[in-house]
C-alpha cells in the first residue's frame, strides 16, 4: 500500500505543478514523494541565517571562532580558512562556488551569456548528478534514448537500478557521421507521454563532436517530438565540455540551444571539476537547469531530500579547492597549458592511427574533442587483442562490444602514444 504524501511533499508538488505541469509530469514516483524535512537542517540553516547573537544548532565543534580541528590536518592545508576545509558546506554546495559555475558556463558558452538560468547544484562529482536526476525524474519502464556506443555507468544508473527501458540507436551512420536519422526515427516512433533523451557531445568513447548544423537537428527533431505533445527530459552529459581540438565543430554545449526551444523540453545540463579544472579525485560536478524561480524551488527542495538520504552534500575541501583555484592568479594560464598539452596529444594520435599502413587493420571514428579515441577493428576481436596487449606487452586499452578499441590519449605521453599504437598493430598481425 502507497503511504500518504507528507505534507511537505504535497505543498512542492502544487507548486511546481502550478508554475510547470510539464516539470511535474516529468517527476518520478520518489520525486513527488522527496521532500526535505523541517528538521535539523532546515533549522541550522535558518540559524546560520538569522542567529546574530549564538547559534547552538550546528553539529560542529567550535573553538576561538574558528572550526575545531587536528593540526596535523591543518598543516597538509595551509592556505584555506578552518571553515571552509572541516564545516558541512549546504547541502546544494557553496554558494559562492555555485555562482562562479554559473559566470564561468556563461564564459564558455556564448549562447548561455543572455539567458538566465538557476545557479548550478553541487555534486559529488558526476555520477551522483546522473544519479540524482534518476531519482527523480526516473520510474521503472520509463522509456530512455541512448546511442549504442555509450558510457557504461548509463546503464547500471538507469535501466539496472532503476529500471528504465533503454531504446538505441547507431551513433554513427554510414557516412561516420552523427546518425541524426537514426536519432529521430528512436524518438518519435515512441508513442508516450514521457521521454528521457540523453546527449553526450564531446562523446564518450569515440571523441566525437557534433557541427552547428548536426546541432540543429537534434534540436528540431526534439521539437516536433515534442509537438506530439510528448514531455521530454534531455540531459546534457557535458563531462569533456572545452576540451574541443577541432575548429569545425561546435565550441559549446548544445544545452543553450536546448533552453526555451519547446515547452514541453527540459533541459538539464551536467558537467563538474573533473576534467574541467583537472581535479579527477575531488569528485565535485555540477546540476544546472533553466526553469523559473518557483519550479526551481521546489525541484532544489527535493533534491536536497533526495541528498540529504545518501551523501548530505559534496565534500567542503573539494569545492573549497576548487573556488580558491578558480581565483587564484594564473588559473586562466594553467588551463590554456594543459589543453594545448592535450591537443597535441590528440593531434599525435589522430595522425599515427590514421596512416594508411593500418588500413587493413582498422577504421577510425571520427574523433574530435575529449580524451579518447576508438578503434574499429577490421577482422580481430576487441576483446582478444585487450587482452594480448596487457599481457603481452603491459599495455592496457578498452574493449567495446565485438570490434572497437578504446585508446585515451589524455594519460599518455605525446612519445607513448606511437607505441600503444604500433603494439595493438603487431597484436593484430600476429593473432
Keep these: 500500500m502507497m503511504q500518504p504524501l ?4 504535497e505543498e512542492l508538488n502544487e507548486n511546481i505543478h502550478r508554475t510547470s505541469s510539464v516539470v511535474y509530469s516529468l517527476l518520478s514516483n520518489l520525486g513527488k514523494r522527496i521532500y526535505l524535512p523541517k528538521g535539523i537542517l532546515s533549522q541550522s540553516a535558518e540559524a546560520q541565517e538569522k542567529a546574530y547573537h549564538l547559534n547552538a544548532t550546528r553539529a560542529i565543534a567550535i573553538k576561538d571562532d574558528h572550526v575545531m580541528h587536528l593540526n596535523v590536518s591543518r598543516q597538509l592545508i595551509p592556505d584555506l580558512s578552518t571553515g571552509s576545509v572541516f564545516a558541512y558546506p549546504p547541502i546544494l554546495g557553496n554558494i559562492e562556488l555555485r555562482t562562479a559555475w554559473q559566470t564561468h558556463l556563461k564564459k564558455e558558452n556564448p549562447l548561455l551569456k543572455n539567458i538566465e538560468f538557476n545557479l548550478p547544484i553541487i555534486t559529488s562529482g558526476m555520477t551522483q548528478g546522473f544519479s540524482l536526476l534518476a531519482d527523480l525524474f526516473v520510474n521503472s519502464g520509463d522509456k530512455l534514448i541512448l546511442p549504442d556506443m555509450i ?73 516536433e517530438c515534442a509537438d506530439t505533445g ?4 534531455v540531459m546534457v552529459d557535458d563531462a569533456y565540455a572545452g576540451f574541443w581540438f577541432d575548429t569545425d565543430v561546435m565550441q559549446e554545449s548544445i544545452f543553450g540551444l536546448l533552453i526555451g526551444c519547446h515547452p514541453n523540453v527540459i533541459p538539464v545540463k551536467i558537467d563538474g571539476a573533473t576534467k574541467e579544472e583537472y581535479a579527477w579525485g575531488l569528485r565535485v560536478g555540477f546540476l544546472t537547469f533553466a526553469l523559473e524561480n518557483e519550479v526551481i524551488s521546489g525541484i532544489e527542495e527535493k533534491l536536497s531530500g533526495i541528498i540529504r538520504t545518501n551523501t548530505s552534500g559534496a565534500a567542503q575541501l573539494s569545492q573549497s579547492v576548487i573556488l580558491q583555484a578558480m581565483k587564484t592568479p594564473g588559473y586562466e594560464e594553467q588551463k590554456q597549458r594543459n589543453f594545448e598539452i592535450l591537443k597535441a596529444r590528440a593531434e599525435k594520435a589522430k595522425q599515427i592511427v590514421t596512416d594508411e599502413k593500418y588500413t587493413d587493420l582498422w577504421e577510425v571514428y571520427p574523433s ?27 599495455i592496457g586499452t578498452i574493449a567495446l562490444g565485438k570490434r572497437d578499441l578504446r585508446i585515451a590519449y589524455s594519460c599518455l605521453e605525446e612519445e607513448e602514444i606511437g607505441v600503444v599504437i604500433s603494439a595493438i598493430a603487431d597484436v593484430i598481425q600476429s593473432h
Design 151 to 223: 558510457w557504461g555507468n548509463y546503464r547500471l544508473l538507469f535501466e539496472t537500478k532503476l529500471g528504465a527501458e533503454i531504446h538505441t540507436y547507431k551513433f554513427f551512420n554510414n557516412e561516420k557521421r552523427f546518425n541524426i536519422s537514426g536519432f529521430k526515427h528512436t524518438l518519435l516512433r515512441q508513442k508516450h507521454d514521457k521521454l528521457l533523451i540523453l546527449l553526450n557531445f564531446p562523446h564518450n568513447p569515440t571523441g566525437y563532436s557534433i557541427n552547428q548544423s548536426e546541432a540543429k537537428e537534434i534540436v528540431d527533431a526534439l521539437i
Design 6 to 9: 507528507n505534507p511537505i511533499a
Design 230 to 233: 510528448c514531455h521530454i527530459l
Design 368 to 394: 574530435h574533442a575529449g580524451y579518447f579515441i576508438c578503434l574499429s577493428l577490421k577482422s580481430s576481436n576487441a576483446e582478444n587483442v585487450r587482452q594480448a596487449l596487457i599481457h603481452e606487452f603491459g
